[in-house]
């Protein structure tokens, strides 16, 4: 079947059973043909490791060969231990092939399986580097920029050139299945509800404004990003897209090591420092890190008309100006990793993150009432300057104690985290004649709030013989929202404000969640890899609202069943089918009931009724490597949500809050908007050409139907997509230039569609001293000083048309140098399990 052909089937067909039946009909011709023909009762097991850090390979590819006939007759892939096992082997003579991208293949010859040896336990094998360089005391390792995994796909910042001076949101422009719109807004498969993650942890920085967060962290401080369309029943429920997990930069190699990085551009300025000290059996490490957007004019430009009465007349308003915008932050961090004996480790850490924007502009405004006819009855111009500010912060720790056992695999952690933080808001609008400074009003708003979370997890991992493996947890959080709003209303006298009681607001929102969860992994059929699970959370939320006092919000409970089956054909071939069920509950910015009246006619709030987004997943990939390199993935994905959350925009000819009323304004507020349902393909590629060239493409598309709840007979459906490339050639050992070009496709909501947008970069990179030192420059969008945003909503009895001219075209100089020496530890001497477990451990 073609992706053209599945593609025409998506677009023509909202019947979900048959698109399931397509997909188990695609898996179960695919794998039934690769059912292995042995019976016999020999075993081979082991466990794959990096050969310089020795820290486990999970999902390297595992081949067997018969010696004699040359032939595949098993394989599988390790689990995210790195351990792998083979049944069902008949005697004989067999060879066996390690594949993993970035590592040399390995082969192991003559492993003979008799009636005398039908266990074989080949221990720990170590994969090399495709690109090591041992040099005194120094070890480099080079891996490839995007690792397709069975539950996730991993891209490595390091080895991005492009990325060097920029932040976290352009990383993410590069990943599969990933869009990023300039604004910084996130999309995994078309769906926006993200579970973020530092490190493996959440962090309620990312609950006020995810976008601002990721255009604050920069690039040159991530290792690598993480991205889990399908999780499995041990992560938490939370984000119906998926998981983004952003892992910073660590090193666990003896000795004192570090970098720092510095970068410099028209646009955007950021730079980090990383300390790492690690010797025998205690490291910690430290790092501090910032961004500045530098202040950049954007243009608006915006149309709407709207009805004004039975009578047929109609308003047009018109509003154009020009606001400057500019954003900085830092980041910081403290943690170690103590290893108090061969069975026991403790690992915490302390993170201090602060983020903050302000915005400035002038608009020119035009409102022109027009009769059924379209005779003029009245024309109104004026302007305003607004202001508007925003910072957050966050403080988080976590402390979590591991605990392993004389059984292989048996794992024991125990882990507590919290995450405190405060946010703040302000903005101030001041309204006047057209051709006048004189005020006729204004007023100011300001909101602090703070934003708690603690979490408590337990988690156990018990072998259960015979490559089968049972996990299992339990998890508390305890979280709490306080938001407080205060307006104030010009009195007469410029500079003479005062308090507006009926205007202000209060809020408090508290969320307990009380999780469990049990999977299983096994081996079906002997042909079939599973893993299968699921997980319980009961929500029991709690709000106390300014002049409504207590509100009763009814607890509930959420299943989450999550299940994966695949197959690993001869040839490195993978074949995966996975279902997920997942939550998002509103978060702060969702529920934050401010109103935010700094464009007096385009409002902006939250909204304190949402209830929870919940959706459904189901994914079929393949994926093949080849052994030069090139590697394909093909995954066809459906995605239903109901009560979909997204931002929703009404007209109302008169709006009150408190004793204000705003005329012909339009609101901005996040809403259930109805079902969503999504039917979608991606096709990622990467083909070294040469040693020296390698290209990469991912081409996303899919169509979407939207029920739409918010405007009942409105439903919409549309066709979206989105293509990117990304060439790298590697012109000697240090020097460098890559390629990189982006386009979207409008996308459709619930109101009308988001614009298009194009991105490209260019960059070349120098190292100096032995790759110790680097030097990058790199260029964004060279050819245009701006994107061109351009926006159509359609709401009851309105229209509305923005047009925004973004700069975006920048230049850059990254500088980075590494220092300290890359020794790595060797693993601790192994006790005498006799007496340091006694029996019954």
Known sequence: MSPITIIIFFRRSLNLKRFIILLLFCFFIFSGKAQPKNEGAGKISGKIVDSLSGQQVDYATISLINEETGKVVNGTTTDDKGIFELTGIENGDYKMLIYFIGYHTKTIPHIVISKANTNVQLGSLQLAGSQTVLKEVTVATEKSIIENKIDKTVYNVEQDITSQSGVAADVLKKIPQVSVDVDGNVELQGNASIRFLINGKPSIIFGNNIAEVLQSIPSNQIKSIEVITSPGAKYDAEGTGGIINIILKKSTAEGINGNVSLSVGTRLENGSLNLNAHHKHFGINAFVSGNGQLPSTTVNTSRRISKSDS???????????????SRKGFESGLGFDWELSAKNNLTGSLGFDYFENSNVGINNRRSVLSDAGGIDLSDVSDKVNTTSHS???????????????????????ISCEASNGTNYSYYKQLQSPANSDALLSASYGKNPG??????VAVDYVEPLGKGAMLEAGAKTVFGRIISNSSVYDLDGNPGDYIYNATQSSALTYKSNVYAGYASVTF???KWLDVKTGFRYEYTKPHAVFSGAGSVLIKPYGTYVPSGVISHTFEKNRILKLSYTHR????????????????DPKNLSTGNTSLRPEVGDK????????YEKGTTINATLFYRGNKDDIQSFTRFYSSYAVGDTVYSNVSVTTRENIGRENNFGINIFASVPFTSKINFRTNIACFQRYIINGALPGNNVQG?????????SYQVTETFGIELFGNFNSPRVNAQGKMPAFTTYNFAVRKQFLKKQMSLAITATNIFSKYVSQKTELTGTDFTMYNVRELPYRSFGINFTYKFGKLEFKKEREPEDVNLTNPPGN
């Open 311 to 325: 009578l047929g007349q109609s308003l047009e308003f018109l509003q154009n100006g020009t606001s400057e915008f």
């Open 391 to 413: 910072n957050s912060q966050s403080l988080d720790w976590q402390l979590i104690y591991k605990r392993t056992f004389a059984k292989e695999d048996r794992e024991l952690e």
């Open 450 to 455: 703070t934003e708690n979370e603690t979490d």
């Open 523 to 525: 081996k079906l059929l």
């Open 583 to 598: 939550i998002e509950r509103p978060e702060y910015r969702d529920l934050n009931p401010f109103i935010n009246a700094s």
């Open 618 to 625: 189901i994914e079929l990939s393949f994926s093949k490597t």
């Open 719 to 727: 066709f979206n997509y989105r293509i990117n490339a990304n060439g």
